[in-house]
């Protein structure tokens, strides 16, 4: 299987809606100031956007949607502290709180407590309890006008969720993942998530995560091919797709279990939805570098592929992960480490990247010393 080629993408001119602020004109409904607000945030902008939210706060102090809102403009600004302000004003004990308070400033919240993980997972487990209160509710006035759809998406929430707490539990960072009941905890909740969403594939991958870290490989295979199955045929484009960040979660438990083969899958349809994902990148050129070992170690074909194919994939990913890094300033430093190490090992084995000519594929390679004895094999470990 080949490497992915960039494509040329046009920059959508953003259409700035009719609403403006202005004292002179009639003012506009706390309705069309929240739809605004929201297609701002929608937009990325955050400054435009906090000024609409903010004038329906003048209107109405204690109105939640805009204080959702808000913490979530000041989230995207970097106000972290101000933001979890925000989002503490919508729970119990503040007196302003809705009843019940929305799940969503829970989940906020334990995202904004990662400092505190025992505060985080019982910000988590009031969104679960929050939520599947309302799941038995809808399940009680079943036929009424609640939509599967709203029950599916509902399901999904409590899911993201339960993970969210399992991936606390398993965190190293943490003093949690050396607790004795860790390793049940971890099963439990996603035996809850899996009885709330039966086939859900971020708890499947989930589960796989905590079946590697069992040392069960086989066990994780499964977890991992029922998940990857249940959408792996569908468009690029596709709403039912898993996010990127769970689909890019998926392909290192697949280089973790060297299936390099559905792990370019998996990444061919994230570059053809967005061919700028820096970790994208990343993770085809590795996937081509480990392969590119295997082939060495295994009479230097993969897949009929020979290893110096394979390492010229990896080093023609590593290069275009390295040139987008840094052009779009990314924040994940060692990633880049990482990408310069390996593209440091492939130019010590004489390793180029493709002209951009097109030149013959033969072309571009150096000579090595030692590369021209008997069998011809170079190391790259």
């Not at 805009?66 to 119990?92: D, Y």
Request: hydrophobic fraction near 40%; charge should be negative.
């Amino acid at each position: 299987m080949g490497r992915s080629r960039p494509k040329n993408r046009k920059t959508q001119p953003v259409v700035t809606e009719s609403i403006t602020i202005s004292e002179n004109s009639q003012a506009p409904s706390v309705s069309a100031l929240l739809e605004k607000t929201q297609a701002l945030i929608v937009q990325c902008d955050y400054n435009l956007a906090n000024k609409f939210v903010r004038r329906v706060l003048e209107r109405d102090s204690n109105n939640a949607e805009a204080k959702e809102m808000l913490g979530v403009i000041q989230l995207e600004i970097g106000e972290l502290e101000a933001a979890k302000q925000t989002f503490l004003t919508l729970i119990p004990p503040n007196p302003s709180a809705p009843s019940p308070p929305p799940p969503s400033a829970y989940l906020y919240l334990a995202q904004l407590s990662d400092d505190n993980p025992q505060e985080a997972l019982q910000y988590y487990q009031s969104a679960v309890d929050i939520q599947m209160a309302q799941l038995k509710g809808k399940e009680r006035a079943a036929g009424t006008t609640a939509s599967d759809d709203d029950d599916a998406e509902l399901r999904r929430n409590i899911v993201r969720a339960l993970i969210g707490m399992v991936e606390i539990w398993m965190d190293p960072s943490y003093d949690l993942c050396f607790d004795p009941a860790a390793e049940k905890t971890c099963e439990d909740l996603l035996n809850a998530a899996l009885q709330t969403d039966s086939g859900n594939t971020e708890a499947l991958q989930a589960l796989a995560s905590v079946r590697l870290s069992q040392q069960r490989p086989e066990e994780a295979k499964q977890c991992l091919e029922q998940a990857w199955t249940a959408w792996k045929d569908f468009e690029s484009d596709d709403i039912r797709l898993p996010p990127i960040p769970t689909r890019l979660a998926l392909v290192k438990m697949f280089l973790e279990l060297e299936l390099y083969e559905p792990a370019l899958l998996v990444l061919s349809g994230i570059m053809a939805f967005d061919d700028q994902e820096v970790e994208a990148w990343y993770l085809e050129g590795w996937c081509f570098f480990l392969m590119a070992e295997h082939a060495q170690e295994h009479g230097g074909i993969f897949n009929e592929l020979t290893w110096e194919q394979l390492a010229r994939d990896a080093r023609d990913c590593l290069e275009m992960c390295k040139t987008l890094h840094l052009s779009q300033e990314h924040p994940d430093v060692p990633l880049l480490d990482h990408v310069r190490e390996l593209i440091s090992k492939l130019e010590s084995l004489g390793v180029q990247p493709s002209p951009e000519d097109g030149d013959e594929e033969g072309e571009g390679w150096e000579d090595v010393e030692g590369s021209d004895e008997e069998d011809g094999d170079v190391d790259m470990s």
